[in-house]
């Protein structure tokens, strides 16, 4: 298996944790009583798509990274379901909103790519 030595090098990874931290920052402004709700929801869901990366990268197969990732990518669709939530509640303005919900996006498609490029590798059953 031709892998990078680390996750770190990958750059889907170098992202999501860059937008991980940026969703850690705005949170911050959410209503204190949104502390165990959305605030607790969106960051647990931003922090599980590097963590899938990463643990994803460090197992023996090509199959268990890609399962890791499909598992990442279920983690974006929550991110986005949470921002979603967070404008229309107005804990996010429109313009904040539409950078970090870009930023989820193109790290989608990142995550999908590198997705389906393992899975061709991975041994079919």
Same mark, same amino acid.
Request: glycine letters at 4%.
């Given at each position: 298996?031709?892998?990078?030595?680390?996750?770190?090098?990958?750059?889907?990874?170098?992202?999501?944790?860059?937008? *991980?931290?940026? %969703?850690?920052?705005?949170?911050?402004?959410?209503?204190? +009583?949104?502390?165990? $709700?959305?605030?607790? @929801?969106?960051?647990?869901? *931003?922090?599980? %798509?590097?963590?899938?990366?990463?643990?994803?990268?460090? +197992?023996?197969?090509? $199959?268990?990274?890609? @399962?890791?990732?499909?598992i990442a990518l279920g983690s974006v669709a929550e991110v986005d379901t949470f921002l979603q939530m967070?404008?229309?509640?107005?804990?996010?303005?429109?313009?904040?909103?539409?950078?970090?919900?870009?930023?989820?996006?193109?790290?989608?498609?990142?995550?999908?790519?590198?997705?389906?490029?393992?899975?061709?590798?991975?041994?079919?059953?």
């Amino acid at each position: 298996m031709g892998r990078m030595p680390s996750h770190r090098d990958l750059v889907v990874w170098q992202r999501s944790m860059a937008l *991980a931290r940026r %969703i850690y920052q705005v949170s911050e402004h959410f209503p204190p +009583r949104e502390v165990y $709700g959305l605030t607790s @929801q969106l960051r647990r869901a *931003a922090l599980s %798509i590097p963590a899938n990366i990463a643990e994803g990268h460090g +197992r023996r197969t090509e $199959g268990m990274f890609a @399962q890791h990732l499909d598992i990442a990518l279920g983690s974006v669709a929550e991110v986005d379901t949470f921002l979603q939530m967070a404008a229309d509640l107005a804990y996010l303005n429109p313009d904040l909103h539409r950078e970090l919900a870009a930023e989820l996006e193109e790290i989608r498609r990142m995550v999908y790519a590198l997705y389906r490029k393992i899975k061709a590798q991975a041994p079919k059953r």
